[in-house]
């Protein structure tokens, strides 16, 4: 169901959505506003049934995964554009997620603890602005800080499988020659953060831990024919 009226230059969407896709059960209640600027506002929750999460099972030397029975994710998301004066866009956003075992038979001292691999919050800022620098020819600088909130990578809640808050500074500078080429050059973890990007519990005081890529810079090109 959308819902659209117009009311004093703005226009607000309301939309509500329930879908089942097996097997995961969505329900959605989103809400848009557009008055010059962009605001955006959802809410959600998701039952996810038959999750699957990685364990080693030292006494056996086996590598498996194994199914969670029942989680439940419940939260809401909020974002948001805007244009200053002198044409630069600022942009941002803010999701937060409650993600909870609700049901686990191989281990049921499981149950209500934190679900893996899941964000308990997320916020992200950025400012962007395209400048004409020829008829043909735009350059666009672009800066975004993202923060992601406390996450668990096992499903036990093993001590030292949770990571803390991590901030991550990226950066692009793209000059485009109008919808025929791109070249852009960018930097990812600008601030040279050193993580991990997931953690492997194998015996309760040993971890098998995976880094997450330090400072990168690269360049990209396309090119439409």
């Known amino acids: 169901m959308i819902v659209t009226t117009e009311h004093v230059g703005a226009q607000f969407y309301f939309k509500c959505d329930a879908a089942r896709i097996l097997p995961r059960t969505t329900f959605d209640i989103c809400l848009s506003a557009y008055d010059g600027r962009q605001h955006n506002a959802a809410v959600f929750q998701t039952n996810i049934t038959g999750a699957d999460v990685f364990q080693f099972i030292p006494s056996v030397g086996l590598q498996t995964t194994v199914s969670i029975d029942k989680i439940k994710s419940k939260g809401f998301d909020l974002d948001f554009s805007a244009l200053l004066p002198g044409g630069a866009t600022i942009f941002g956003g803010y999701g ?3 993600a909870a075992v609700e049901a686990f038979a191989a281990n049921p001292a499981d149950n209500g603890n934190v679900a ?3 964000f308990k919050y997320t916020i992200n800022l950025g400012v962007t602005q395209t400048f004409s620098i020829s008829d043909t020819k735009t350059l666009t600088p672009r800066i975004e800080l993202n923060r992601q909130g406390p996450i668990w990578w096992d499903v036990n ?12 500074l990226r950066a692009r ?3 485009s020659g ?3 080429w791109e070249i852009s050059a960018y930097g990812d973890n600008l601030l040279n953060k050193q993580y991990f990007q997931e953690v ?3 015996l309760s005081n040993f971890t098998v831990n995976y880094r997450g890529w330090t400072r990168t810079f690269g360049i990209e090109g396309s090119m439409k024919f």
Request: aromatic letters at 4%; glycine letters at 12%; hydrophobic letters at 25%.
């Open 96 to 98: 937060y997620t409650d």
């Open 157 to 168: 809640n093993t001590p030292g499988t949770k990571r803390d808050a991590l901030n991550l």
């Open 200 to 202: 492997v519990p194998i």
């Open 178 to 180: 109008g919808k025929q």
């Open 173 to 175: 500078l793209s000059l």
């Open 116 to 118: 893996p691999g899941t």
